[in-house]
Each structure stands twice: as structure tokens, then as C-alpha cells.
């Protein structure tokens, strides 16, 4: 059983362009978490999606990011316009239940992006 | 809103010596605590996690504690050895039950 698969694992932009990222939960997995850890911080929770719908998106920044998680395929996390405070390492985790005590989320090695 | 602290913000310590990582959260309504692991450059990989019912758990070297009413828990790891040395991460869910609430991470280096 796989785990919790992200690509690609690092990404260039330069400043302006979009920025991509995608996350395959485990098998069996239909709950999706981003999160975002800047240089030298500690990770911080952005989006929570199940299938085709955002859940709780309360710590995405107001402009320029977006999450999806679609019937098929991986969840993807766009950064449109990226600038230079956008440089971090995104991580993505899987859980088989959203919430309550029983929600274990298991992480994927993450994307590092790095904008020039 | 939750916060998660993390003292000392790094440690450095011979190897042998028993290390003790403390965390601190402000909210005690919590479902669960975990402790992650991550070498530089690399992911989270999970050591412990103990529900909120729990007071502590243990698995090999490792022994985490939980003291939700005081809304603390330690990592002690027996024995240090130099690849013990990474940042060690504590993070809680929330009763929203939802998302994780990290801790700045505690940077540990173990000295050969």
C-alpha cells in the first residue's frame, strides 16, 4: 500500500509564474490536507478537502491559492503569480476519516518550492 | 485559538544521555497528540501519538506523556545515539477534530 505520494518533490518557478502541486492520498483515503512550512517555522495548516468539495479552508491565503480535489485524479494546490514569500515546503497528508478523534493523517515526503 | 510551543528551540547533547523535549499547547480540548520526526530536507515521519484519554505511550527508546488538563507532554528518548539527531515536531488535533496544530519543533543534535 503506497503512502501518501506528492510531486514533483521540488519546483522552480520564477517569480510570476504558476506553481502546480500534487497529492495522491493512500488507498482508501478520501479526506486531503495541505500544509505549509515556511523557512526555519513550523508547519501551518491551510485547506482541508474531501472529494469535490472544500471543507475548511480557513488558513489559505486570501489571494492566489487554490485547492481541488476532484472525482478523479490527485488533489492539486495552485499557486497563480508566485513571489519570493511563496518559497516553502508544502506538505500534503491523507486520512480515511475527516474528523474526530479517530483522524490519523499520514504525511507525504512533501514539494519544496523554491521561487527566484 | 490554538497554539503549540515547543521549549528548548534546540538541544545539543553527548551520545548517551537521555533527551527530554517538552510541548506545550493553550487549548486542552484536544482529540489527540502526535510526535513527528524530520531529518532535514526530508517528511514527517510519525514516532508516537496518544489520544486524549491516554496519558502516555511508548515504543522502543521512545516514551511520550500527556498531560491534557495542564496542556503539556514530553518526548524523553533513552539512550541518545547520533541518528536521533533531527527536528522533532508535536502537533495537535483539534476537537474540530480536523487539522493539525504544530509546534515550532525542537532542532536536536546528537554529539558521537
Known amino acids: 500500500n503506497a503512502g501518501v505520494m506528492q510531486n514533483p518533490r521540488h519546483l522552480v518557478r520564477r517569480r510570476g509564474q504558476e506553481a502546480r502541486l500534487r497529492c495522491s492520498p493512500m488507498k482508501g483515503h478520501s479526506h486531503v490536507y495541505w500544509y505549509r512550512q515556511l523557512p526555519e517555522e513550523g508547519l501551518k495548516f491551510m485547506v482541508y478537502l474531501q472529494k469535490e468539495n472544500i471543507i475548511d479552508e480557513s488558513g489559505m491565503p486570501k489571494e492566489r491559492f487554490s485547492a481541488e480535489f476532484p472525482k478523479e485524479g490527485p488533489s492539486i494546490l495552485r499557486i497563480q503569480q508566485v513571489v519570493r514569500g511563496d518559497s516553502a515546503a508544502y506538505f500534503c497528508?491523507?486520512?480515511?476519516?475527516?474528523?474526530?478523534?479517530?483522524?490519523?493523517?499520514?504525511f507525504g515526503a512533501g514539494t519544496r518550492l523554491s521561487v527566484l | 485559538k490554538q497554539e503549540v510551543t515547543q521549549i528548548p528551540a534546540a538541544l545539543s547533547v553527548p551520545e548517551g544521555e537521555n533527551l527530554v523535549l517538552n510541548c506545550s499547547f493553550t487549548?486542552?480540548?484536544?482529540?489527540?497528540l502526535q510526535w513527528f520526526r524530520q531529518d532535514p530536507g526530508k517528511g514527517l515521519t510519525s514516532l508516537l501519538l496518544i489520544q486524549s484519554s491516554q496519558r502516555e505511550q511508548t515504543s522502543g527508546r521512545l516514551n511520550a506523556s500527556l498531560d491534557k488538563s495542564s496542556g503539556r507532554s514530553t518526548l524523553y528518548i533513552a539512550a541518545s545515539q547520533p541518528g536521533d539527531s533531527a527536528t522533532y515536531l508535536c502537533?495537535?488535533?483539534?476537537?474540530?477534530?480536523?487539522?493539525?496544530?504544530f509546534g515550532g519543533g525542537t532542532r536536536v543534535l546528537v554529539k558521537p
Open positions: 502537533a495537535v488535533l483539534e476537537a474540530a477534530g480536523n487539522k493539525l496544530t
Open positions: 497528508a491523507s486520512s480515511p476519516i475527516g474528523t474526530g478523534p479517530k483522524n490519523i493523517q499520514y
Open positions: 487549548d486542552s480540548a484536544i482529540y489527540n
